[in-house]
């Protein structure tokens, strides 16, 4: 068994027997059922009373800076695994804004994952750990009930983390918690700002996170398989960005303790980016990746390129400068001057989308061509070429219509990406 029971070494799960995560039964839970549910309705009625662009606009924004700053970085990866050290200042700041997602206190999310983690790795556990029910009935389980096991696991946690009085407030007032955002965002734009900035915002962040968990444990893509254990992890594709890179969890199941979670070559993870700068800057230090991790035994590839692909992961965290912009610029001049005598031509990948995905993204009038081994999708006019999503915004631009208005809104957006990404992405 020892095997099997690689968890962060902070955090520590005791059994007697191994059927002791299986036995046991799920019972309607009060408090965690009217927490979800109220914010479900104060959003659906409270929300539809008071639309506007404007708390859309904060309910996007919040949304994706709790999900990032609080529950990637700070819940996940910084005080579940550890996969990074930084001030403890950054730390509480972090963890702070993981409570706002509203799933619960930083010390009961840490014991839910840790049996849920521990449990996974048993040949059996319960269903209720496994995500292996019907969609609505898994959805009634996780989002209104507990499980109450015939002999509970003993969870012993770190005592830094267990002993700090920070995290115990938090853990006594994790609801109340809310109360401080609501203020503000009151003060700044009414009942709208609130319903919009903070029960739409738990709402989307506590369905969100068993919708990706039910399916992260069901179905998608493998590069490794953990022998012996009760549930595999899959990797979801087409949500990184709007899990900031928890989508893809086959990679985790195989390196709990990597703070890099998008291993593969357009595997997004914006919370690893998010930590690079970090590090950039001197906040963020001690990353860990897949190989600073001890050997696993029980971890088997499910492809040739899956070892190769952990290797070419690297630790290198130096943030190359960018010409972005210049590029940018050139291409647009190219284009310009071979408006009458060459057509520009597209080329892409084909790991993501299917041919008939790209063809539609790109439309019908510039040549396009498949190469499987490219990795992003380029625009080739004269000399002059761009990759990624500002290609696919000056091809729409040149579409007209609908696709030329969504290229004037994108283009400075995905210029910006690209400009991350040429920070954060490491080497091949």
């Known amino acids: 068994m020892s095997d099997l029971q690689v968890i962060p ?30 914010m479900l309705f104060a959003t659906l009625i409270g929300g539809s009373l008071t639309w506007s662009w404007s708390a859309f606009g904060v309910f996007l924004a919040s949304t994706a ?13 910084k005080l579940i695994h550890d996969s990074y050290q930084c001030p403890r200042w950054l730390e509480y700041t972090l963890v702070y804004m993981g409570v706002q997602v509203g799933l619960s206190g930083p010390l009961g999310l840490l014991r839910q994952h840790d049996l849920r983690d521990f449990a996974q790795r048993l040949p059996d556990c319960h269903d209720y750990l496994r995500h292996r029910n019907v969609f609505w009935r898994d959805a009634w389980w996780q989002l209104n009930c507990e499980l109450i096991l015939d002999r509970p696991p003993k969870l012993n946690l770190e005592p830094r983390v267990a002993n700090d009085r920070f995290y115990q407030f938090l853990e006594r007032t994790w609801m ?49 398989e953990v022998t012996g254990a009760a549930v595999q992890g899959h990797n979801i594709h087409l949500v990184s960005l709007l899990t900031m890179g928890e989508c893809w969890h086959n990679n985790h199941h195989a390196f709990p303790g990597s703070a890099k979670l998008g291993l593969a070559p357009g595997e997004w993870d914006p919370g690893w980016w998010a930590l690079k700068l970090m ?21 088997q590839p499910c492809h040739v390129d899956a070892m190769s692909m952990v290797q070419r992961a690297g630790t290198s965290l130096t943030l190359p ?16 001057a071979h408006a009458q005598r060459a057509t520009p031509t597209i080329s892409g990948p084909v790991a993501n989308l299917s041919p008939s995905q790209l063809r539609w993204l790109v439309g019908e009038r510039i040549p396009f061509s498949i190469k499987r081994t490219s990795r992003r ?26 696709f030329r208005g969504a290229a004037i809104v994108l283009l400075p957006v995905a210029c910006m990406v690209e400009t991350v990404r040429s920070w954060v992405e490491l080497p091949a």
């Open 9 to 38: 070494k902070h955090h520590r799960v005791q059994v007697q027997h191994e059927t002791d995560v299986v036995q046991g039964s799920v019972k309607w839970a009060p408090a965690k059922s009217f927490w979800f549910t109220g």
């Open 65 to 77: 800076a709790v999900l990032l700053f609080g529950h990637s970085l700070g819940s996940h990866r």
């Open 176 to 224: 109340w918690q809310q109360l401080p955002p609501a203020i503000v965002l009151y003060m700044l734009g009414g009942w709208a700002f609130v319903f919009w900035g903070v029960c739409a915002r738990i709402t989307a962040g506590v369905f969100g996170h068993w919708l990706v968990g039910y399916f992260a444990h069901n179905q998608g893509d493998m590069h490794f």
């Open 321 to 336: 400068a960018t010409r972005q912009w210049s590029v940018l610029w050139g291409v647009m001049r190219e284009w310009s």
């Open 279 to 299: 590090a950039r800057v001197g906040w963020v230090w001690g990353i860990r990746l897949p190989a600073d991790l001890p050997h696993r035994a029980v971890l």
């Open 377 to 402: 999708v380029s625009l080739q006019v004269g000399e002059q070429r761009i990759d990624g999503l500002p290609a696919i915004c000056l091809v729409w631009f040149d579409r007209g219509g609908l």
